[in-house]
């Protein structure tokens, strides 16, 4: 099983709703990733979790709450978004090693409208 | 902030032809790693180089790693329409903390 796996694919939401993305791997990566794609741009690291624990928090608003409840499944909470938080929402997963670095596997993604 | 230049921003070429992509930062780089996003997709691992000078291949597409580690790039040999998407270089810059931080990619788009 290679593969990180993002649900909704797709999710339209008021700025009044609470909604939540989920993103399970099977891996065995212990580290998972947040990050944040608009048209056109680059993906934006949003969350790093290293071991079940919050390591990286690239100053996102507080509307974005993460949550790592155990190491297969990663979850963003969302609350009072804005029209410009309207993104592509990515999920990523590695393994963790000292001092290196490993490619990152990412899901499908959630597409995000807010109206 | 930490950030690596991308260069060029898109490139149209016609089937059969070459491409590349290149990556340059300011300071010295621990490690630079190579994605393809096809359109509506996701990003995709390609590749991490970490030595200086160093160069790898993958069928028609040869990486190569600067001798300073300041540069990176990604040439395709013959492309196809397959090669459609966006090339991204990222640097870690967190190590074991996980810190990927992606340039702004090159478009390219190919026309058969």
């Known amino acids: 099983d290679t593969e990180v796996t993002q649900t909704p694919k797709h999710l339209v939401m008021g700025m009044t709703n609470k909604k939540s993305l989920k993103c399970e791997q099977h891996?065995?990566?212990?580290?998972m990733y947040w990050y944040k794609q608009k048209a056109k741009k680059p993906p934006e690291l949003m969350f790093v979790?290293?071991?079940?624990?919050?390591?990286i928090n690239e100053s996102v608003p507080s509307r974005f709450s993460p949550e790592c409840p155990n190491s297969s499944l990663l979850n963003l909470h969302l609350h009072a978004l804005q029209p410009e938080d309207s993104a592509l929402y990515l999920c990523?997963?590695?393994?963790?090693?000292?001092?290196?670095?490993?490619?990152?596997?990412f899901g499908s993604g959630t597409r995000l409208t807010v109206v | 902030g930490q950030q690596v230049m991308q260069i060029p921003q898109y490139q149209h070429v016609q089937e059969g032809e070459d491409f590349t992509t290149y990556c340059n930062s300011s300071t010295t780089l621990s490690n630079i790693q190579w994605y393809k996003q096809r359109p509506g997709g996701h990003p995709v691992f390609l590749i991490q180089l970490v030595k200086s000078g160093e160069v790898k291949k993958q069928k028609r597409l040869t990486f190569q790693f600067g001798e300073a580690k300041k540069n990176s790039s990604l040439h395709i040999t013959a492309t196809q329409t397959t090669d459609v998407g966006t090339y991204f270089c990222?640097?870690?810059?967190?190590?074991?903390?996980?810190?990927?931080?992606f340039g702004k990619g090159t478009k390219l788009s190919v026309k058969p």
């Open positions: 990523a997963s590695s393994h963790i090693q000292g001092a290196g670095s490993y490619g990152y596997t």
């Open positions: 891996m065995g990566h212990r580290a």
């Open positions: 990222a640097v870690n810059y967190g190590g074991s903390q996980g810190n990927l931080i």
């Open positions: 979790y290293s071991y079940e624990k919050l390591s």
